[in-house]
């Protein structure tokens, strides 16, 4: 089975920054509500840890109303994609995952589950249109290059947990003590959690998702052997993305998709979590023969 060669590191670090997140998670409760915050962090923790590893892929598909790919429902999109990715899991040695399609005009995709036995692949209906079959065959191998390299359980965990973060931080805000002696909170500790714990969510998404995405990029090129593939989709994707951003994302969940699913608006571009698609295709050439 292909594997990145930063596979153990990659592990390493996820399992540290969601014990962060956790722990964040936990502080904020009781920042904002005393004993009774840290109580209430504590049970939001555990379960949104549960969720997160075992329905973080429903959750996800369940989010931007994905359909299941099926040859009885979509024969001719299933017809089209099911033989790319089939192609692509034997020459990983991963088992087929399932397809799923999301009804939306902007084009994206992304890869969830708790394992590579559990794995789907989502793609929206607009980048079926926009692309051929050679760059498909590039975004697919990107997306199952997340599933070789455990990517989609810890991405999908972080965005359970960022999601917890700031609704607790919500709740604090509204719900927050502000007179009892001996909780330690009030009015502006649950405000500043209001502000900082999205914040924190989201910086943490970041440093989990860049370098992650490179390191699928790099599985693609080497799958495919074909780096071009991935280069003209991304070019593709980075313009019309812009032009038609998806409406219902939110940014727990945006580290999921092979580009950012929003339109570059200035506060979305400081918590972006991906690198630059200027800087994905510079190391993708790299890959190419031509190098070009």
């Given at each position: 089975m292909l594997r990145h060669p930063f596979f153990v590191m990659n592990m390493l670090k996820t399992t540290f920054l969601l014990a962060l997140m956790s722990g964040l998670l936990l502080a904020g409760g009781e920042l904002a509500g005393?004993?009774?915050?840290?109580?209430?962090?504590?049970?939001?923790?555990?379960?949104?840890?549960?969720?997160?590893?075992?329905?973080?892929?429903?959750?996800?598909?369940?989010?931007?109303?994905?359909?299941?790919?099926t040859p009885e429902e979509n024969p001719e999109?299933?017809?089209?994609?099911?033989?790319?990715?089939?192609?692509?899991?034997?020459?990983?040695?991963?088992p087929m995952p399932k397809l799923w399609l999301i009804p939306e005009q902007a084009p994206n995709a992304f890869a969830t589950g708790r394992d590579p036995r559990h794995a789907s692949v989502a793609v929206t209906a607009g980048i079926l249109g926009l692309m051929t079959d050679r760059e498909l065959e590039g975004v697919l191998a990107h997306e199952l290059g997340h599933v070789i390299n455990r990517d989609i359980l810890s991405s999908s965990v972080a965005a359970t947990l960022a999601t917890a973060i700031t609704f607790l931080a919500r709740m604090a805000f509204w719900f927050g003590p502000r007179s009892d002696d001996d909780e330690r909170g009030g009015g502006w500790s649950a405000l500043i959690m209001m502000i900082l714990a999205p914040v924190a969510a989201l910086l943490i998404q970041m440093a989990i998702s860049r370098t992650r995405e490179y390191a699928a990029d790099a599985t693609s090129a080497q799958v495919t052997r074909d780096p071009e593939e991935l280069i003209s989709a991304l070019g593709k994707l980075e313009t019309y993305s812009r032009r038609i951003p998806m409406g219902s994302v939110t940014p727990a969940t945006a580290h999921l998709f092979i580009v950012k699913p929003f339109s570059g608006a200035t506060m979305m571009r400081l918590f972006s979590t991906h690198p630059a698609t200027e800087d994905r295709i510079a190391r993708l050439r790299a890959w190419s023969p031509t190098g070009k």
């Open positions: 005393g004993r009774n915050g840290l109580y209430m962090a504590l049970a939001i923790a555990v379960a949104m840890n549960f969720a997160g590893y075992f329905f973080s892929d429903k959750i996800a598909l369940a989010t931007y109303g994905a359909q299941p790919l999109i299933y017809a089209r994609l099911a033989p790319i990715v089939q192609g692509l899991a034997q020459r990983m040695n991963l």
